[in-house]
């Protein structure tokens, strides 16, 4: 995409009227930018507004979900689901993309043929720039708190930790490397929430875009490289911060590439009352600030339920399955035997694995009942299939299981592994001195 060099600063506000016309593609090319990119953050700030949200959700399902369903039925006559599931790079996506650029496109002709006069244009370009300098901090602040919380990348859990390196998916094998290691975690949401704060700051808004650029450009990197689902996003964040940087663009081209002074910038005041400008200035302070506070909040929240400070299960642990009888006739632990049970894996109070000695995994919802001893397991991808399943310990260190899988009854005798809970991976630790490299 190429930098769209806005109208200069310098002149005052009463000499807008007499500064030429705009041309029509520039006229065009400025308000396409300007409509896509309020079209792809209309929901800001509504959503950071508790009483909002709600009915913001409602216009989003209303009002985009029936034009995503409408587009792939009678257009692309295919079917696509509005159920949420985690990924930013669904067909619904990508469908909605397509429609706010075309929406941008048919706007961007009628503003420029309708519209000629170069002062609304400035001005529209003034506010443009802060409600997307505003938008783009708030996103970076959220990705960063979630980052210098650590919660977004938790540290390795005990079934990735047995997980063969190979059945890694490329994804996987990525939020197991950032969450390895929560010092290059905290680094990384520390630049992201630097770039989010002084995007805030007029005076510091180009500083804050190149450095949400690089933040970006890295991401982009990895989503595309290790095949993570955010990839229309993390571009629409990056070209964001290329467009809040491009007023600028050729004075840092003068400075950094032709070797020529590069004139200061003069900013044109958005407000000619003095007390009105303050009070937006306030405004914008306090609202960094409650995002700021909010995201920590957030991110220490998810990081005691779901991360390294949450609860873990009374059962947490690696369980080797030393011993299994099938009706009674014992199954030994080939490696020919794929469905034999090898491993049981309990983390956290709500999830556990089974793993086979295919090393294939599955993944269950937990419920743990002390008093009745018993353990139950709803299959993650199949809530109907249910296993129940009685459990005792009879001492340290030894987990029985029983249950009746299609009249085929189980019973299993469980070791704790402790090497499976000391892995290299998360013991290895820092070392200033090497006399060797330690690549395992």
Known sequence: MTAIEFPSNAAAPMERSAEAVWPFAKRWTFAFIATFFFLMNWQFPWTSIPLLRVPVEWVNDAVWGRAVVFVATHILHTTVSLAETGSGDSSADYILVAICISAAVIAAF??????????????????????????????????GTAKLVPSQFSA????????????????????TFMGASRAYTILTGAVET??????????????GALISAGAMANVIAL???Y??????????L???????????????????????????????????????????????????????VI????????????????????????WSVDELTDNGVARPPLTTDLTRWRRFVFDSPRLAYIQFMSDARLRYRFELNEKTRTIKL???????????????????????????????????????????????????????????????
């Not at 309708?114 to 802060?130: C, G, L, N, Q, T």
């Not at 095949?227 to 629409?236: C, E, H, R």
């Not at 002074?261 to 400008?277: E, G, Q, T, V, Y």
Request: net charge positive; glycine share 4%; charged share 20%.
């Open 110 to 143: 009628a503003f420029a043929f309708i519209d000629r006069s170069a002062a609304h244009y400035e001005r529209i370009s003034d506010w443009f720039r802060v409600f997307l300098r505003f938008a783009l901090a708030g996103v970076m602040i959220v990705y």
């Open 156 to 175: 390795p859990t005990l079934d990735r930790l047995i997980e063969p390196f190979g059945a890694a998916s490329p994804m996987g094998l990525l939020w």
């Open 194 to 207: 630097i770039g989010g704060l002084l995007l805030a700051v007029r005076r510091t808004t180009l500083l």
């Open 223 to 225: 989503n595309f490289c």
């Open 227 to 236: 095949d993570v689902p955010v990839k229309l996003f993390s571009m629409q």
């Open 238 to 292: 990056f070209l964001e911060a290329i467009v809040i940087a491009s007023p600028d663009l050729s004075r840092l081209a003068n400075l950094l590439l032709i070797n020529r002074d590069a004139a200061p910038r003069s900013d044109r005041p958005l407000f000619s009352n003095r007390w009105a400008a303050r009070a937006c200035s306030a405004a914008g302070v306090l609202f960094i600030a409650a995002l700021l």
């Open 295 to 318: 995201g920590l909040r957030q991110s220490l929240a998810l990081r005691r339920d779901y991360g390294d400070l949450a609860p873990r299960s009374p059962l947490r642990g690696v």
């Open 378 to 440: 709803t299959d993650w991808e199949n809530p109907k299939r249910i296993l129940t399943i009685a459990y005792a310990r009879p001492e340290a260190g030894i987990l029985l299981l029983d249950t009746t899988i299609d009249a085929h009854k189980m019973h299993a005798v469980c070791r704790l592994s402790d090497t499976a809970t000391k892995p290299l991976l998360t013991t290895r630790g820092f070392h200033w001195i090497s006399e060797f490299p330690f690549n395992r």
